[in-house]
């Protein structure tokens, strides 16, 4: 077979295989739909077009990744000719078959450039999705007009209005795809073009939109809905996708003109600040070229929730575990929680039974130190107290390796201490855990006194595998999220003193974006850990120092939550209300205090808290705890529920509009 290289422009190329043209997009690290891309496949087009020799064209794309999407770097900016709608609208009118080859990602607009190719191959691991909802915008280049004619209106409203992507045995199933090509997506690809030669060819854009029954476009809307919580792009998307059903022209012109509005709105500038930040996150210091140790076993001491929720996910990132507990009893429940966790993962689909097996194969646990040995890394998850941790440290340190190395999954306690017992501080990090371990992505990485920087990288770099967001802290109590999140709860329970009521605040803050507000939270979560946590500190508590006692009054009076059946709230057959017995402790905190309380509007209330927010973040930079203010919406935003369309903290506070 003769193969030419054809350069279309700096980043797209073709060979001619055969009679065929195939059309290479290579323009790293993901092949963006840059101008450049954009110009060189029209140049494609034209060269297929005009050359009689050419039977059809094969799109596909260099490397990893098919497309990843409109370049994001692009955006912001006057959009630059051709446009994305037009390039693709070309692609579907071409006479002579156009097959995509997805052999990898294909996102966004990458997903709108396959929707207008005239047939779909997958490889099995390649990845389609709609993901524009996650920048704040709708998809700009027909994605919520072509999609429902392929998959229906209920199944594009799902994808589109969630943006979540799924893999090609999913999309094969939905429609989205029309093949998965196991071996060579190019070559499946080809042989797909000479099948379809001298066909009509079919044209996604000109699909009746399926039919579909109303009750199940419902469904979809209000999942959909329900999660989108102040969010304006998912129920535009959902308004395109139902109105679908009408000529393509128009679809798409309205479909522009809701993009092009919503990439200028401040929930698209939040999200684009949030990909940008996760990106930044990865970037440390003086790591440059620092290689992590390898890491191929991870000892997990304590099997508890936490550290069961650690084994999963270290499972499921292909490491082998060694988990250790206090006897052989706690061990085996311990193995026994794993086991439960890696089955529910089975029941819903997540693993196959294979993984499943493989992941088994890889966990043993003892009760016995020394079986620790073979560890590259230990990670610590018992009861967060210092004497505890120390004590294990210590004995830890004498069974591994000296190049292995140990880690606290601490909350409040300082790493710096345990470190201190061990003979090699300097292998000794904080990796802090959000639980659920294996659901939750943050993970902070505490960067110690004396951590040795390979220590560090090898941190970064076992989260990355671990497919967590890594966000790298100093030693101060709580470190990022519990220091901005006491800060933030310190401000609401001065709010209550001051005339908010517990509701107020939760509801401005739900309005906001908050999947739930504060006050249900403590409630959720039980009240009596803060309560026990106050007391201890209440002899070391400076006097003048503002402190609010309405919720010691709660606990004294039993209300430990909704476990107890009242808490800030009351619960009457599981509902939560607003309860006056409540109301009134507050207003006699008030009295015992001679505050006149006055009453504050939900943007109040929600500035109120992002001021104190964005003042502790700012301590936090000074003090060198964090490394830049991006890091730390990305905390609040993974670890705290705040809204990810809000930017963060940080960037809120400084965009709000007053
Ligand atoms: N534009 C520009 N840069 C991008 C990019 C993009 N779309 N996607 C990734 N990058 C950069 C990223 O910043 C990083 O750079 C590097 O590529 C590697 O990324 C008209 C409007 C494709 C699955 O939302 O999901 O199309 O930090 O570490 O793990 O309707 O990147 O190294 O300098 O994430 O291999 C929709 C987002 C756009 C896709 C690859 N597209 N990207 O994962 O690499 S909107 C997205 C991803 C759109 C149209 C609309 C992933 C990936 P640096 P990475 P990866």
């Avoid at 799924?166 to 070559?187: F, M, P, Q, R, S």
């Avoid at 099948?195 to 044209?203: F, Y």
């Avoid at 993009?259 to 440390?284: D, G, N, P, T, Y």
């Avoid at 310190?490 to 001051?498: I, Q």
Wanted: hydrophobic share 45%.
């Amino acid at each position: 077979m003769e193969a030419a290289a054809i350069l279309f422009s700096d980043t797209v190329r073709g060979e001619v295989q055969g009679d065929i043209l195939v059309v290479i997009i290579d323009n790293p690290p993901v092949n963006a739909l840059s101008a450049d891309v954009r110009s060189g496949l029209v140049a494609a087009l034209d060269r297929a077009r005009g050359d009689a020799g050419i039977l059809g064209l094969v799109i596909t794309g260099a490397g990893r990744t098919f497309i990843g999407g409109a370049d994001i770097r692009e955006f912001g900016q006057p959009p630059v000719e051709p446009i994305l709608p037009a390039v693709i609208e070309r692609i579907e009118d071409l006479e002579k078959p156009t097959v995509a080859a997805l052999n990898g990602a294909a996102l966004g607009g990458g997903l709108e450039v396959a929707l207008g190719c005239h047939y779909r191959v997958a490889s099995s691991a390649a990845q389609m999705g709609l993901p524009e909802v996650k920048l704040g915008i709708v998809p700009g280049a027909g994605g919520t007009q072509r999609l429902p004619r392929l998959i229906g209106i209920p199944a594009a409203i799902d994808l589109i209005g969630s943006g979540r992507s799924v893999k090609a045995k999913e999309a094969h199933e939905l429609g989205l795809i029309d093949e998965i090509a196991d071996a060579g997506t190019v070559e499946a690809a080809l042989a797909a073009v000479r099948r379809l030669a001298g066909q009509d060819p079919r044209r996604t854009g000109q699909l009746a939109v399926p039919a579909t029954d109303s009750a199940a476009v419902e469904k979809a809307k209000t999942r959909i809905l329900a999660k989108a919580r102040g969010q304006h792009a998912p129920a535009q998307a959902i308004r395109l996708v139902e109105a679908a059903a009408r000529p393509l022209a128009e679809g798409m012109a309205d479909e522009r003109a809701t993009f092009l509005k919503l990439r200028e709105s401040s929930e698209a500038a939040a999200f684009r600040h949030v990909f940008f930040a996760e990106r930044q996150a990865s970037k440390v210091e003086d790591l440059e070229g620092v290689p992590p140790r390898l890491v191929e076993t991870i000892g997990i001491a304590g099997l508890g929730l936490m550290g069961s929720g650690i084994a999963v996910a270290a499972l499921g990132a292909g490491y082998r575990v060694i988990g250790l507990d206090r006897d052989d009893e706690a061990a085996a429940r311990g193995r026994e929680r794993i086991l439960g966790l890696l089955q529910k993962n089975l029941y819903t689909g997540r693993i196959d039974q294979t993984a499943f097996d493989a992941q088994e194969n890889r966990l043993s646990v003892t009760a016995a130190d020394a079986d620790l040995a073979p560890c590259d890394l230990v990670i610590e998850a018992v009861f967060d107290d210092l004497d505890v941790k120390i004590d294990l440290f210590r004995r830890l340190d004498k069974v591994i390796r000296p190049d292995a190395i140990l880690a606290t999954n601490t909350s409040y306690l300082n790493p710096d201490e345990i470190a201190a017992a061990t003979a090699r501080p300097e292998r000794v990090i904080g990796l802090h855990f959000f639980s659920p371990a294996h659901v939750m992505r943050l993970l902070e990485v505490v960067r110690c006194a004396r951590t040795a920087p390979d220590v560090l990288a090898t941190g970064l770099a076992v989260a990355k595998k671990l497919r967590k967001l890594a966000i790298v802290t100093g030693v101060t109590e709580g470190f990022i999220g519990n220091s901005i999140f006491s800060a933030y709860r310190r401000e609401a329970e001065f709010l209550l003193e001051d005339g908010a009521l517990p509701h107020e605040i939760d509801a401005a803050l739900e309005d906001y974006g908050f999947p739930m507000g504060l006050f249900a939270v403590y409630d959720m979560a039980g009240l009596e850990i803060a309560w026990a946590r106050r007391k201890r500190q209440a002899v070391t508590r400076d006097p003048s120092e503002r402190y609010v006692e309405i919720a010691d009054r709660l606990c004294e009076a039993g209300r430990l939550g909704q476990k107890a059946g009242r808490g800030w709230y009351a619960y009457p057959e599981g509902k939560r209300q607003v309860d006056p017995v409540v109301t009134e402790i507050i207003a006699q905190c008030r009295t015992s205090k001679t505050v006149t309380p006055r009453s504050f509007t939900a943007t109040e209330i929600v500035d109120r808290l992002l001021a104190a927010m964005a003042a502790e973040g700012r301590k936090l930079l000074e003090d060198g705890i964090a490394a830049r203010e991006s890091d730390i919406d990305l905390v609040m935003i993974n670890g705290y529920g705040f809204p990810a369309h809000k930017g963060g903290p940080m960037f809120a506070a400084a965009h709000t509009p007053r």
